[in-house]
């Protein structure tokens, strides 16, 4: 089945001159770039992206670092996109994420892991809407 999923390529992705690496394996997994741009997150939509964790006592330091460095989002399509990329992307958690994964060669912890991923078709939806515009995404 082909699918549309979110990826952001999260604030150290950016600032450590990743993105091009992270691009790299999407595009060699066969999943097309469709949506594609960088923006800098407002406290609002990171409230509503991650509204989920919104009320825990750690959600200043996520604001904190998903507002360090501009953020890139694309939107990927391909078949079974979504576990695809969940697979490709590997654990939240990067020191547990095994090599050969984008979070296991290229992260470092929980939060600085590279990369978010849409983890059901529902989140992806959106999560589309919620960081592209109408239009943005090409079908």
């Known amino acids: 089945m082909i699918q549309t999923t979110l990826i952001l390529l999260k604030p150290d992705c950016v600032s450590k001159s ?40 750690f959600y200043p330091e996520v604001e904190g670092f998903m507002q360090s460095a501009p953020v890139i989002a694309m939107a990927l399509r391909g078949e079974n996109a979504i576990a695809q990329v969940r697979e490709l992307v590997g654990p939240t958690d990067s020191s547990a994420a095994p090599q050969g994964t984008i979070r296991g060669d290229l992260g470092e912890d929980k939060m600085r892991n590279i990369v978010h991923a849409s983890d059901s078709s529902e989140a992806a939806e959106a999560e589309l809407k919620r960081f592209f515009s109408p239009g943005e995404v090409l079908v």
């Open 18 to 57: 990743l993105a091009g690496e992270t691009i790299k394996r999407f595009e060699g997994a066969n999943l097309q770039i469709v949506g594609c741009k960088m923006q800098q997150l407002s406290s609002a939509k990171l409230a509503e992206h991650y509204a989920h964790i919104a009320d825990k006592p």
